[in-house]
């Protein structure tokens, strides 16, 4: 099977790119994100503290939670409902970071995607699937970009969709979730050795992926 790992901080692009590759290469694309996210959203519905391991345990031991492919793209059902959008808002965002720290969402989450790459040609991108989730996946990338760079692609993100956003609180915001992701007790937020460093700072989106395709090939 080829399973290609893409890890890197909140808004590096990593979904983006991933997309792109996968139409390129004709293989599936698994947003683990989405899957936190969608974790998130089932306990914040629930009212579970995000950050109670023993409340959250119950919960997610049986999660009715679906990853479907509709039309080339990624459909994240929980619940029985498509919640595909209302997993990228913020404070989704913010509560996935706390959920994803805990062992117990972890391990769960783990198995269903160690699955996914099991039966499919795949790409899988994240925080932990090179060091982790794929630890002998085909090839390995670790994406990135500055802080203030990721807060301006998600500042003109969110106002292209209506929202209204103030630029420095999204700031505080990627700056609060990298420390979160970087200093979790479970599969922290790292590059793998083996996985090759892409800064895409001043790199366009084709441009990221014309390299990985080159590594690739």
Known sequence: MLNIAIDGPSGSGKSTVADLLA????????????MYRACALGAVKR????LCEEKVKDYVKDIDLQIKYENGRQVTILDGVDVSKEIRNNEVSLMASNISSLSCVREK???????????????MDGRDIGTVVLPNASHK?????????RAERRF???????????????????????????HRKIAPLKQAEDAHFIDSSDKSVEEVVDFIISIIK
């Open 23 to 34: 139409k390129q290469l004709d293989i599936l694309h698994l947003d683990t994100g989405a």
């Open 47 to 50: 009212n579970i503290d995000c």
């Open 109 to 123: 989450m783990v198995e269903m995607q160690r699955e996914v790459a099991r039966l499919n040609d795949c790409i």
């Open 141 to 149: 990338f670790f994406l990135t970009a500055s802080a203030e760079v």
């Open 156 to 182: 003109k993100e969110l106002t292209e969709k209506g929202q209204t956003v103030d630029f420095e609180e999204l700031l505080k915001e990627i700056n609060l979730r990298d420390y979160n992701d970087s």
